[in-house]
């Protein structure tokens, strides 16, 4: 009966896990942003992407050639100078 008991548990606890990774999945597609980087030269940056609306602060998000990113503050010029040049760029 121990037995039965421990497995039940067991299984309980890794559908508990599988559901919330799941979730944490959920949470890190809407990123937001609560610190910015200084600066970042240009030429380390490949992409970047918008936090979501429901963040509570506007931000991007930078992703550099080794798959890093870093949140910015888009008012700063020099953030509003690396869109620029980005998007310029673009295909």
Do not use: N, Y
């Amino acid at each position: 009966m121990k037995t039965l008991t421990a497995l039940l548990l067991l299984g309980l606890l890794c559908s508990l896990h599988t559901t919330s990774a799941a979730v944490i999945a959920l949470e890190t597609a809407t990123e937001c942003c609560m610190h910015f980087t200084q600066m970042i030269p240009l030429k380390q940056v490949v992409s970047l992407r918008a936090t979501s609306s429901s963040c509570p602060r506007k931000a991007l998000i930078f992703t550099t050639k080794k798959g890093k990113t870093f949140c910015v503050d888009p008012s700063e010029a020099w953030v509003q100078s690396h869109v620029t040049k980005i998007e310029r760029d673009r295909p």
